[in-house]
Structure formats: C-alpha cells, structure tokens
C-alpha cells in the first residue's frame, strides 16, 4: 500500500500567519492517464472531512482562495496563506492514484 | 444542495452483523462511484470499500475482505454497507462518501460485548 507521510503532525499558528504542511508518498501518484490523484481534506473538529484541494492544486468550490497545493511526483504541499480561526482541524492527505486508497496520518492546526 | 445521510449504526456485540445504510440527494446518484470510509475513535481516516456506478464493480481493502460487503440501489439512491463477523477493530465512524468532495456525517458502530 503506497504510505502519505505528513509532516508536521502538529502546527501551532497565529491568525495571519502562513503554514505549510508536507505529504510525501512512498511511490510516486503519477496515474498513467497524466492526472496525479493527490488530493487534501480538512476535519473540523466534531465534522465531517470536506476537500479542500484535488489533484494537488485545484480548489474546490466555495474553499477561500488562501488555501493552495502544489507538489509533484512524491512530494506535495498544502499552503494556507493567512491561516483564520476557522482553519482549525486536522488535515489529511489522500491519494487515489494507487489502490487501495490510503490517507495521511493527519496533521492538526492548533491557532495560538 | 448535495445530502448524505447515513444510518444504521449502534452496539453490537462482536461476531454480530450490521447493515449501515446512505440516503443519497441534490445529484444523479447513479452517475456516481460511491464509497465507504471509517474513522476509529481519536484516530485517522481509513478507506473501507468503494463501488461503481452501477454496482457491478466492489473493491474492498484487505482487512475487510469477505466480511464487508457494499452495494448500492440506484432506484432509492441509497448506498449499502453489510457487515457480518463484527470485530472490536471495527469500532469506528462510518462515513458515507461521494468521492471526495461530499460526505456525510457518519453513524457510529461500536463493537462491544
């Protein structure tokens, strides 16, 4: 099974300060078909995951344009530029390239 | 506006079987590969099984192989999760998932004698 590793595990930031989070893969997402399936969930807390980004950098709709992805290969990364309250949770990481499906460990924004 | 409601959940004892249900609404639920994935108390995210559109095709990760079965009835927009020979391990969140950008809230299955 392909293994997302996420670093950090835990982030501790102040409102307006921008984070960034690592997933690295232990096999690249590269699909043959061209497309990576690399994609990026938030967990609030007591809440369902939403996707925030799929395909490594493509945001979803109604997610505010703070939020972006970028990486390649094995190496990606979630940037939320300006974090705000509401940013909270835990985020993951998932990838759909390889089967089965797997997910990172997590990694949980504190906001001091 | 795009809904999933899961249902079913509860205490069971284990070696026990449970059926999760989820109410499908707001899209073509039919034009969609549906999926199933659980979460264990203060832990992660884990992909359980997912099926094609029109139920022909079930996947399934290893550990639940031969005891979990989805399926899905596209006349009541419903997705289907049968889980016989309940274990303490499946104690969890059971999310229902339009892969992945809508999910449900969950229902909770704990497995306790």
């Known amino acids: 099974d392909v293994v997302l590793t996420q670093t950090p595990s835990t982030l501790s930031a102040t409102i307006g300060q921008s984070v960034s989070i690592s997933c690295r893969s232990s096999q690249s997402l590269l699909h043959s078909n061209g497309n990576t399936y690399l994609h990026w969930l938030l967990q609030r807390p007591g809440q369902s995951p939403q996707l925030l980004i799929y395909l490594v950098s493509r945001l979803e709709s109604g997610v505010p344009n703070r939020f972006s992805g970028s990486g390649s290969g094995t190496d990606f990364t979630l940037k939320i530029s300006g974090v705000e309250a509401e940013d909270l949770g835990v985020y993951y990481c998932?990838?759909?390239?390889?089967?089965?499906?797997?997910f990172g460990s997590g990694t949980k924004l504190e906001i001091k | 506006e795009v809904q999933l409601v899961e249902s079913g959940g509860g205490l069971v004892q284990p070696g026990r079987s449970l059926k999760l249900s989820c109410a499908a609404s707001?899209?073509?639920?039919?034009?969609?590969?549906m999926a199933w994935v659980r979460q264990a108390p203060t832990k992660g995210l884990e992909w359980v099984a997912s099926i094609s559109t029109g139920g022909g095709n079930t996947y399934y990760r290893d550990s639940v192989k031969g005891r979990f079965t989805i399926s899905r009835d596209n006349a009541k927009n419903t997705l289907y999760l049968q889980i016989d020979s309940l274990r303490s391990e499946d104690t969890a969140t059971y999310y229902c998932a339009k892969p992945f950008d809508f999910w449900g809230p969950g229902t909770m299955v704990t497995v306790s004698s």
């Open positions: 998932m990838q759909a390239t390889h089967a089965p499906l797997t």
């Open positions: 707001g899209f073509t639920y039919s034009n969609y590969v």
